[in-house]
Nanobody
Framework: QVQLVESGGGLVQPGGSLRLSCAAS????????MGWYRQAPGKQREMVAT???????NYADSVKGRFTISRDNAKNTVHLEMNSVKPEDTAVYLC????????????WGQGTQVTVSS
């Protein structure tokens, strides 16, 4: 299993930037995929960005060109760089680790709040 702890959330003005971090309790080198999801009040949880062990990335259309996901295997950490943020980006952002069914399944962090407001 793996424990995930998010940090870096907070209040940011529209157009500003924020960097989220997800620290894992074990090596993430061999984890199939890691990613960031978000859930806003009254909305379902949605995928924001994912990154595979091979470095392939995927982004939600709403954040393409604005957010960047990266992985630092040496520090067992995944980051989400958020640029040009919008009020609709306001949500709880959760870190996810997909180990695969035979390796332990899916794990989630507790989430970190991001609020975009002037």
């Amino acid at each position: 299993q793996v424990q995930l702890v998010e940090s870096g959330g907070g209040l940011v003005q529209p157009g500003g930037s924020l960097r989220l971090s997800c620290a894992a309790s074990r090596s993430i080198f061999s984890i199939n995929a890691m990613g960031w999801y978000r859930q806003a009040p009254g909305k379902q949880r949605e995928m924001v960005a994912t990154i595979t062990s091979g470095g392939n990335t995927n982004y939600a259309d709403s954040v393409k060109g604005r957010f960047t996901i990266s992985r630092d295997n040496a520090k067992n950490t995944v980051h989400l760089e958020m640029n040009s943020v919008k009020p609709e980006d306001t949500a709880v952002y959760l870190c996810n680790a997909d180990l695969g069914a035979t390796m332990g399944g899916t794990y989630w962090g507790q989430g970190t709040q991001v609020t975009v407001s002037s």
